[in-house]
């Protein structure tokens, strides 16, 4: 949603947060500021566009300052502009605060303020919150930690804020309800940030801050977490993390999708490593392992999960149908948590996230705790909101995913739930020794077979050639690969702009047939495991009325090559891990069409990676 940066120590605040801000980026970038305090002077520079605008902004200030915060804006009150761009002062100019969330009675603490003479120059509900907590320092009389309490115990909504006073030089206020924050903690210099990436080249050691937890971060102190609501002690759990450096730069990729893109087969090899034994004929997951009994009884499993996760939730559907025998409902997280859905507890509910931050996703966990399910999160950021909130989980290993337009999540995703899967059905009966080894020895080929997947790049870029300029596209898939069509479809849209629509082949005919004709491209996936006699039916029809046609075959296939326009070959595999493989193509596919229409990859218009508001 927003990205946060805070430095408080003995460098240069300055290229600190500046270089923080930019590895944050992906969460938002309408606007960005910086306020710096060198012990005296307040220096704050803020504009609308991205970091890049502020650093050539911020040459009109000093730099100065061993203090600093910053903010990356995904614009949710006030529209993108210089003034409603953070950092924002109180109306005395000694306070300033970054804040990522919302704060939803605003209105009602502005219009109390204005009634006590405050003024706004912004439209944002930040400026709101600096000022309460300016009018709660003054009526109370206390320090900005004791203020910054209080004043949070009136507001709704959620929040990740930093907060410093100029009369308090040596320390920053933290908190956190709903968006992420974690501290880094150096030798004698503390970091603040909305995940690790910003301070991970000066330390590896993290706290992450839990909801409704405040931190007064002071040089030469322990870091002083406390809850909000009733002011006890918390004790700062400090995290080790394995992240580093060179897993958040480029690394010599044009842009992060495609380092993302290409890393799959890393990933995937390292979602599996040590939890597929297949010479031993096991699989190991202590998430699992210690909660066997509720997935084995379960009346179902519930999947809750927005966009491309959600996509990864209906393949997790068809393989615990299909596989392990459990009935599975694969829900929007935005509408589960409003339906007021029947959830008893024997109900298990597994939440996808990359993130771990999705709002509607925590919301709908929350409520299914409330009414007695097992969570099970699948995440891939370590220390991440669902990740904590969730009963039990796996994380996917994938590595920071930058690109706003998921790819390895949604692979890794999909491995980490086969092998859910495919232990359940071993553990209920469903399957004999063979057929389980079967799937383990063929899932241990997976991450080859993505690689030779990716040698498809150069035939997709010049597919992308033939199609960058197309208005519309429809991408088909049937059985495990119509969610593969939807989030083909759904890679499409949100890098290039194209519309895009994926749908059950099947359903051509109960009215989308009616949009071919020759300037129609149809994306089919019609590999030889998956009702591909059916499919290929469907492509004499979308042939029949002259629709362009691009499928995604099985290598060797030679009776869809006689009737499509192009063919890209993925390797053959089991029908249920064929989403692993013939996802690839349609990822390079949207990225070189995005390429080529010039549009910004990694920070599409009007998104962010982590949407932590509803
Ligand atoms: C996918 O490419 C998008 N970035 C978006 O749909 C994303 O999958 C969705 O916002 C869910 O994010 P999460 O996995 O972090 O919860």
Redesign the pocket.
């Known amino acids: 949603m927003c990205g946060i940066v805070g430095y408080i120590g003995h460098r240069d605040a300055f290229p600190i947060v500046i270089k923080g801000l930019q590895r944050l980026e992906y969460r938002g970038y309408d606007s960005a500021g910086i306020a710096l305090f060198d012990g005296n002077t307040i220096n704050l520079s803020k504009t609308k566009g991205k970091v890049e605008d502020l650093k050539k902004k911020s040459k009109e200030i000093s730099m100065a300052g061993t203090l600093g915060i910053g903010h990356t804006r995904w614009a949710t009150h006030g529209v993108p502009n210089d003034v409603n761009s953070h950092p924002h002062y109180s109306n005395s100019g000694d306070l300033v605060i970054i804040h990522n969330g919302i704060i939803e009675n605003y209105e009602s603490i502005k219009q109390a303020l204005q009634n006590r003479g405050y003024t706004f120059k912004s439209d944002t509900d930040t400026e709101v919150l600096i000022n309460l907590i300016e009018e709660v320092q003054k009526t109370e009389g206390v320090k900005l930690g004791k203020a910054v309490q209080i004043a949070l115990n009136q507001v709704v909504g959620a929040y990740a804020i930093a907060v410093f006073d100029k009369k308090k030089p040596d320390e920053i206020v933290v908190a956190k309800l709903g968006s992420p924050l974690a501290i880094g903690v150096g030798e004698d210099e503390f970091f603040i940030a909305s995940d690790a990436s910003p301070f991970i080249e000066f330390t590896n050691n993290a706290v992450y801050l839990e909801d409704e937890e405040m931190a007064i971060v002071r040089l030469g102190k322990e870091i002083k977490l406390r809850k909000i609501k009733n002011d006890a002690v918390a004790y700062p759990n400090i995290l080790e993390l394995q992240m580093n450096l060179e897993e958040i730069e480029k690394g010599g990729y044009d842009h992060f999708m495609l380092k993302e893109i290409y890393e799959q087969p890393r990933a995937i090899m390292d979602t599996y490593r040590g939890r597929l034994l297949a010479d031993q004929g096991i699989i190991r997951m202590a998430g699992i392992d210690q909660n066997i009994e509720k997935f084995v009884n379960a009346n179902r499993i519930i999947i809750v999960?927005?966009?491309?996760?959600w996509h990864a939730g209906l393949v997790a559907e068809y393989i615990f149908e299909d596989l392990a025998r459990i009935p599975v409902e694969v829900e929007y997280a935005s509408e589960f948590r409003y339906r007021n859905p029947v959830i008893t507890d024997k109900d298990v509910l597994i939440a996808?996230?990359?993130?771990?931050?999705?709002a509607d996703?925590l919301a709908a966990i929350k409520l299914a705790k409330e009414k007695g399910a097992f969570v099970f999160g699948v995440c891939n950021v370590v220390g991440s909101s669902i990740a904590r909130e969730s009963d039990a989980g796996a994380y996917t290993h994938a590595g920071p995913e930058i690109g706003?337009?998921?790819t390895k999540?949604f692979t890794t995703q999909i491995t980490v739930l086969t092998l859910i899967a495919l232990k359940l059905a071993k553990e209920k009966g469903e399957f004999s020794g063979s057929k389980f080894h079967e799937y383990l020895t063929e899932l241990e080929t997976i991450p080859a077979k993505v690689e030779k997947a990716l040698k498809s790049n150069g035939l997709v870029e010049t597919v992308a050639e033939v199609y960058k300029d197309s208005t519309n596209c429809l991408y088909l898939g049937r059985g495990y690969n119509f969610p593969v069509a939807l989030e083909g479809a759904?890679?499409l849209k949100?890098i290039s702009y194209i519309h895009a629509e994926g749908y059950p082949a099947a359903e051509m005919k109960h009215g989308p047939i009616a949009l071919i004709d020759e300037q129609m491209p149809v994306f089919v996936i019609a590999t030889k495991k998956g009702h591909y006699e059916k499919v290929v039916s469907n492509i004499q029809e979308i042939k029949s009325r002259k629709g362009k046609i691009i499928a995604i075959v099985t290598e060797g296939d030679v009776q869809v090559k006689e009737l499509a326009d192009h063919v890209i070959e993925i390797p053959e595999t089991l029908e249920s891990l064929t989403p692993l493989l013939t996802t690839i193509p349609l990822q390079l596919l949207s990225y070189h069409i995005a390429v080529m229409r010039n549009c910004n990859v990694d920070q599409p218009r009007n998104?962010a990676?982590?949407?932590t508001v509803e």
């Open positions: 999960a927005c966009g491309t996760s996808i996230s990359q993130s771990g931050e999705t996703t706003v337009a998921s999540a759904l890679k949100e998104l990676k982590s949407v």
